[in-house]
């Protein structure tokens, strides 16, 4: 099973990112997929994510407004778009998924996911 995240890069303050988290050895249509974040010298934090099945969604206040999780079942790939990009969003992004027919509730905390992937660089220069 492999967790791959990617889109991460440079970008100016008011500009746009959408990452991409894609599963490998597990379908994410029946399980939530979420995104979590770890600037430097701070704690992972959770940023969004999307339930299995039901596409429900939830946003951690700092990114509400700013940012649209998706998936795109056929590709097996959740999305994290993320528009007006400010310097604080600066920080290393990982995805995560959790077990059969979990609902995004349970990835509020990193420790609940059953599978994690390695993180992209967002970098928001000023």
């Known amino acids: 099973v492999q967790l791959q995240a990617s889109g991460g890069g440079l970008v100016q303050a008011g500009g746009s990112l959408r990452l991409s988290c894609a599963g490998f050895?597990?379908?994410?249509?029946?399980?939530?997929v979420g995104w979590f974040r770890q600037a430097p010298g701070k704690d992972r934090e959770f940023v969004a994510a999307?339930?299995?099945?039901?596409?429900?969604?939830g946003y951690a206040d700092a990114v509400k407004g700013r940012s649209t999780i998706s998936r795109d079942n056929t590709k097996n790939t959740v999305y994290l778009l993320m528009n007006n990009l400010k310097p604080e969003d600066t920080a290393v992004y990982y995805c995560?998924?959790?077990?059969?027919?979990?609902?995004?509730?349970?990835?509020?905390?990193?420790?609940?996911?059953?599978?994690r992937g390695q993180g992209t660089q967002v970098t928001v220069s000023s």
């Open positions: 999307i339930s299995g099945g039901t596409d429900y969604t």
């Open positions: 995560a998924a959790g077990g059969y027919r979990s609902i995004w509730p349970n990835l509020r905390d990193i420790k609940s996911a059953n599978y």
């Open positions: 050895g597990l379908t994410f249509s029946y399980r939530a």
